[in-house]
């Protein structure tokens, strides 16, 4: 367990006024509330850190036993030695949704837990025990591009329950699904809390994903480049075979139309392929090919 | 009218130990709008979450309604923008292969 330096959280000098704590803790407030931040994880951290220095340091009493705790914090092995035994056994709990409000080890080692064991606390979080609304749960979901080319049945488990989802084709990249109700219980009969998926789709294809359109480079070989000819491509679902004109250029887009991504929600309905062809340039010539390449120089020169 | 999803002020007014001029100053400045069956105000369940979260914004800030009403606007923006560049950052990926 670690020593928090309060005074350095809410950024006042030891000495600091009253009115001169009730500032800092209002604008430090005002710039991390999770309300103003949504979804940022390292805000919801620092209000945290800056509630419960503003809970100590706000109070007289307690900003009095602080002060002198601080000073023999150095010395007090033995109680440090049980405050690590004690964050050993908390931290071997699984965590799932960190709900908000948590005090440090600190605090409840000094404090005794609970910030509403204490009174006086002259402002602090309008808490959760007011909320009518059951809590939004926030969870993330990873899947290969791969996974969300069809729509997939997947169970997850949320809080110890098993929530059964269909995951509908052409799930896009950070894309948030709400799944009402299934948030934490409402308190005086109040609604359940929803629960946030935000998906993240990792692509280990080698196709690259723009919407509902897909883009991939094809290599050609020269010869066909050059005379035509026919080439077999990957789609993401299969092979095609496509024709090369003859005097392909490198770069040349080709677009595939309905050989993209299922556009999310919309049954059989898919976007396009976009393929650039790469001519492949011969290197490590025969005796023979360089010859004939430079009699084809010779030609194209006269 | 069917008042599934909604839920009556009066019960809020309680929970939450506020005035009904609460919840005709929300609706107001048009950060929420109510909805009256047979005289009575309701705010459909959905937008419980907003109240609350003015409410919380209203006693840790000191947020008055006109200044929460900014916040919820810009908000918005933010979000717009992040999916905005969320999607910008993917098409980028096609360009930098």
Same mark, same amino acid.
């Given at each position: 367990?670690?020593?928090?330096?309060?005074?350095?959280?809410?950024?006042?000098?030891?000495?600091?006024?009253?009115?001169?704590?009730?500032?800092?803790?209002?604008?430090?407030?005002?710039?991390?509330?999770?309300?103003?931040?949504?979804?940022?994880?390292?805000?919801?951290?620092?209000?945290?850190?800056?509630?419960?220095?503003?809970?100590?340091?706000?109070?007289?009493?307690?900003?009095?036993?602080?002060?002198?705790?601080?000073?023999?914090?150095?010395?007090?092995?033995?109680?440090?030695?049980?405050?690590?035994?004690?964050?050993?056994?908390?931290?071997?709990?699984?965590?799932?949704?960190?709900?908000?409000?948590?005090?440090?080890?600190?605090?409840?080692?000094?404090?005794?837990?609970?910030?509403?064991?204490?009174?006086?606390?002259?402002?602090?979080?309008?808490?959760?025990?007011?909320?009518?609304?059951?809590?939004?749960?926030?969870?993330?979901?990873?899947?290969?591009?791969?996974?969300?080319?069809? #729509?997939?049945?997947?169970?997850?488990?949320?809080?110890?329950?098993?929530?059964?989802?269909?995951?509908?084709?052409?799930?896009?990249?950070?894309?948030?699904?709400?799944?009402?109700?299934?948030?934490?219980?409402?308190?005086?009969?109040?609604?359940?809390?929803?629960?946030?998926?935000?998906?993240?789709?990792?692509?280990?294809?080698?196709?690259?994903?723009?919407?509902?359109?897909?883009?991939?480079?094809?290599? !050609?070989?020269?010869?066909?480049?050059?005379?035509?000819?026919?080439?077999?491509?990957?789609?993401?679902?299969?092979?095609?075979?496509?024709?090369?004109?003859?005097?392909?250029?490198?770069?040349?887009?080709?677009?595939?139309?309905?050989?993209?991504?299922? !556009?999310?929600?919309?049954?059989?309905?898919?976007?396009?392929?976009?393929?650039?062809?790469?001519?492949?340039?011969? #290197?490590?010539?025969?005796?023979?090919?360089?010859?004939?390449?430079?009699?084809?120089?010779?030609?194209?020169?006269? | 009218?069917?008042?599934?999803?909604?839920?009556?002020?009066?019960?809020?007014?309680?929970?939450?130990?506020?005035?009904?001029?609460?919840?005709?100053?929300?609706?107001?400045?048009?950060?929420?709008?109510?909805?009256?069956?047979?005289?009575?105000?309701?705010?459909?369940?959905?937008?419980?979450?907003?109240?609350?979260?003015?409410?919380?914004?209203?006693?840790?800030?000191?947020?008055?309604?006109?200044?929460?009403?900014?916040?919820?606007?810009?908000?918005?923006?933010?979000?717009?923008?992040?999916?905005?560049?969320?999607?910008?950052?993917?098409?980028?990926?096609?360009?930098?292969?």
């Amino acid at each position: 367990m670690e020593y928090i330096d309060y005074y350095k959280v809410l950024g006042v000098k030891k000495d600091a006024t009253e009115a001169e704590i009730k500032k800092a803790y209002r604008k430090l407030a005002r710039k991390h509330h999770p309300d103003i931040n949504p979804d940022d994880k390292d805000a919801e951290k620092k209000f945290q850190q800056v509630n419960e220095a503003n809970q100590v340091l706000s109070d007289s009493e307690n900003r009095k036993k602080y002060d002198k705790f601080g000073k023999d914090w150095k010395h007090a092995e033995e109680f440090d030695k049980a405050g690590q035994q004690r964050q050993y056994t908390r931290s071997g709990q699984a965590g799932g949704f960190a709900g908000g409000g948590d005090f440090s080890d600190f605090f409840e080692s000094m404090f005794g837990g609970q910030p509403s064991s204490f009174g006086g606390a002259s402002s602090g979080s309008w808490g959760r025990s007011r909320q009518f609304k059951g809590q939004d749960y926030q969870a993330e979901l990873r899947l290969e591009l791969r996974d969300v080319y069809k #729509t997939q049945k997947r169970t997850i488990t949320v809080n110890n329950k098993n929530i059964r989802l269909t995951i509908p084709a052409g799930v896009a990249n950070g894309q948030v699904i709400k799944i009402a109700g299934y948030g934490g219980e409402g308190a005086n009969g109040g609604p359940k809390g929803d629960l946030y998926i935000t998906f993240t789709i990792e692509n280990r294809t080698s196709f690259q994903r723009d919407g509902d359109n897909l883009y991939a480079n094809v290599d !050609v070989d020269l010869y066909k480049a050059v005379l035509g000819g026919e080439i077999t491509v990957s789609t993401f679902d299969g092979k095609v075979k496509l024709k090369v004109p003859p005097g392909t250029q490198n770069g040349t887009k080709v677009k595939l139309k309905g050989k993209g991504f299922p !556009v999310y929600k919309k049954d059989s309905s898919f976007g396009d392929l976009y393929l650039t062809y790469q001519v492949a340039i011969p #290197t490590k010539l025969t005796e023979k090919e360089e010859e004939l390449f430079n009699e084809l120089a010779k030609l194209s020169a006269s | 009218m069917n008042t599934e999803n909604l839920v009556p002020i009066n019960v809020l007014c309680t929970h939450y130990r506020v005035e009904m001029s609460f919840f005709s100053s929300l609706e107001e400045i048009g950060l929420v709008d109510l909805e009256a069956v047979e005289n009575t105000k309701y705010i459909p369940s959905e937008k419980l979450g907003d109240v609350e979260k003015i409410l919380r914004m209203q006693q840790d800030l000191n947020l008055n309604l006109e200044a929460i009403d900014i916040v919820f606007h810009l908000l918005d923006k933010v979000n717009g923008l992040q999916s905005e560049l969320q999607s910008i950052k993917s098409r980028l990926r096609i360009y930098e292969e």
